[in-house]
């Protein structure tokens, strides 16, 4: 069975309160907890895929970062425009409950009981998100 992103390699589902590990793999908060089970945090563990070691955070998988997932370029729209169909108004606000772009006119109406923020600030949230979970790849290709 080809595994993608999104699955876990220990439980072969799709990952569920995915976490991961200082090698970059992933999987289940479940699957991983069970995995270290045995383990006391400190401990250093091989990674279940690359068996690269790493070690157990104080307060155990847990304490692992949350992976998140952000859709590739070839799942979004061709023709994204910058401003709204029906507002011609310039597309600032992105809306977390719907995960798209809107106006601010769209935040008022359709979307104003939704969470929603800046799309200059949800970027930089990634980014930023995206070096911290490469960061310790760096860090030991450089070492």
Do not use: W
């Not at 992103?5 to 090698?23: F, G, H, M, W, Y």
């Not at 793999?25 to 699957?31: I, K, N, R, V």
């Not at 895929?49 to 157990?56: A, D, P």
């Amino acid at each position: 069975m080809a595994t993608d992103n999104r699955s876990c390699t220990i439980c072969r589902d799709e990952a569920r309160n995915p976490r991961i590990l200082p090698c970059i793999h992933s999987f289940c908060l479940e699957c991983i907890e069970r995995y270290c089970r045995d383990h006391m945090p400190g401990d250093d563990v091989p990674c279940p895929e690359c068996r690269t070691e790493f070690q157990l955070p104080k307060n155990g998988a847990a304490g692992f970062p949350e992976r998140t997932f952000v859709r590739s370029a070839n799942t979004l729209p061709k023709a994204v425009s910058d401003y709204c169909v029906e507002h011609q108004e310039r597309l600032r606000m992105y809306c977390l409950d719907c995960n798209m772009n809107v106006c601010s006119m769209c935040c008022l109406e359709a979307h104003k009981s939704h969470k929603f923020d800046r799309v200059d600030t949800v970027v930089e949230n990634i980014v930023r998100s995206i070096g911290d979970e490469i960061g310790p790849v760096t860090l030991r290709i450089e070492c």
